[in-house]
């Protein structure tokens, strides 16, 4: 029986919860087009997590640990998940559509011939049983709603658009540990490692997000200050990634991250379509504009009219004065 395979993504040895979604979507479409589930984890130390992956819905987990694979290295994971795919032949091939999934997917693709779906929110059967994928197409204003012709069908899903299964610790399934190869052809060798610290914007509660309305780099320490007083992180619009004033991991909207926080402050942002792609579900959305026909505004629950240069530092003042006379009060008490 042929099997739908899930690529396990690993961040250090923990696995990526786009994962679990996968498996989730992938128990569901197995049971209907009477398929099973496979998953394939690679990585270093990384064999403790191999249940968890039955636990969420694999039948069968292929484990590869190995130092080799200690590095994120794109050539060599790429060689070990072609060597699997040709092996056992999967259906349906799924990666997450996080920063490395997005690399890693479209030069499998190419090394098997498929064709790859990028990006999918839902994935769906049709009436005669053929896979659907379905993606935002044209910024968001549109549903496309593709089917693939090659096998194996490949496609990566966007982080926190499908449910995680619930966790079953009696669920059993074979493990298969493997020895990597085709890892020795140093196509990509590592000069040096530059620690970053990294942001996941699609699991914040508050982003504070800036855009092309401050005027200096230097001027993102003012969101920051904002962005800490709420336990957030911040958020830009494209124009500053561009600028290189700060790194990807913080762009939002349609070809950045689709965030979904409790609270999204969008200071200096006029609200393009490409924007609005990546975070018009916040649940609560706060704008700061000094131009009353921004289109952001159509979107927010709350408007300020002002100069940001204005109105955010007003807000960082009441805040901590705010918790300041909460402190005093809870000391007191
Ligand atoms: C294929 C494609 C993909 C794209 N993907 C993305 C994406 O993922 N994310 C993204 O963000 N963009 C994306 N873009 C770019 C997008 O089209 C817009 O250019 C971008 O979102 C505009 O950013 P902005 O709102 O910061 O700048 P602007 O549109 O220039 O808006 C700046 C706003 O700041 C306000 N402002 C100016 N000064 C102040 C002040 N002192 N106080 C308060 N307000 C002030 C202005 O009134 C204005 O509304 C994409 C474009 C393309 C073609």
């Known amino acids: 029986m042929s099997d739908i395979l899930v690529y396990a993504e690993t961040a250090g040895s923990a696995i990526h919860p786009v994962t679990f979604e996968l498996?989730?979507?992938?128990?569901?479409?197995?049971?209907?087009?009477?398929?099973?589930?496979?998953?394939?984890?690679?990585?270093?130390?990384?064999?403790?997590?191999?249940?968890?992956?039955i636990y969420h819905g694999a039948d069968k987990v292929y484990v590869y640990?190995?130092?080799?694979?200690?590095?994120?290295?794109?050539?060599?994971y790429k060689n070990v998940l072609v060597r699997l795919a040709r092996e056992i032949k999967p259906e349906i091939f799924l990666l997450g559509a996080t920063p490395w999934g997005r690399s890693l997917a479209p030069r499998i693709a190419a090394a098997l011939d498929t064709g790859l779906t990028a990006d999918c929110i839902d994935l769906q059967i049709s009436e005669d049983g053929r896979l659907i994928q379905v993606r935002p197409a044209f910024t968001g204003n549109i549903?496309?709603?593709?089917?693939?012709?090659?096998?194996?069908?490949?496609?990566?899903?966007?982080?926190?658009?499908m449910k995680k299964p619930p966790r079953d610790p009696d669920r059993r399934g074979e493990i298969i540990a493997r020895k990597p190869e085709g890892i020795d052809e140093e196509w990509v060798r590592c000069l040096g490692k530059?620690?970053?610290?990294?942001?996941?914007?699609?699991?914040?509660?508050?982003?504070?997000?800036?855009?092309?309305?401050?005027?200096?780099?230097?001027?993102?320490?003012?969101?920051?200050?904002?962005?800490?007083?709420?336990?957030?992180?911040?958020?830009?619009?494209?124009?500053?990634?561009?600028?290189?004033?700060?790194s990807k991991d913080h762009q939002v909207g349609f070809s950045g991250n689709v965030v979904k926080p409790k609270l999204y402050i969008a200071c200096g942002i006029s609200g393009s379509p490409q924007h609005l792609a990546g975070m018009r579900d916040s649940n609560m959305i706060i704008a700061i504009n000094n131009d009353p026909s921004a289109p952001i505004f159509r979107y927010a629950d709350y408007g300020v009219v002002a100069d940001l240069y204005d109105a955010i530092p007003k807000l960082i003042h009441s805040l901590t004065e705010a918790m300041s006379r909460e402190g005093r009060s809870s000391r007191r008490a």
């Open 194 to 246: 530059i620690s970053e610290k990294r942001v996941s914007l699609a699991d914040a509660e508050v982003i504070v997000a800036g855009g092309r309305g401050l005027k200096r780099k230097e001027d993102l320490r003012l969101l920051e200050e904002l962005a800490g007083l709420l336990c957030g992180v911040i958020g830009v619009s494209r124009p500053l990634v561009e600028e290189g004033w700060i």
């Open 143 to 161: 549903l496309a709603y593709i089917e693939t012709t090659s096998k194996p069908i490949m496609a990566t899903i966007r982080y926190r658009v």
């Open 23 to 53: 498996l989730g979507k992938a128990g569901e479409l197995a049971e209907r087009l009477g398929l099973k589930v496979s998953s394939a984890v690679l990585g270093y130390n990384i064999s403790d997590e191999a249940p968890e992956l």
């Open 65 to 76: 640990d190995d130092e080799r694979l200690r590095d994120l290295n794109v050539i060599s």
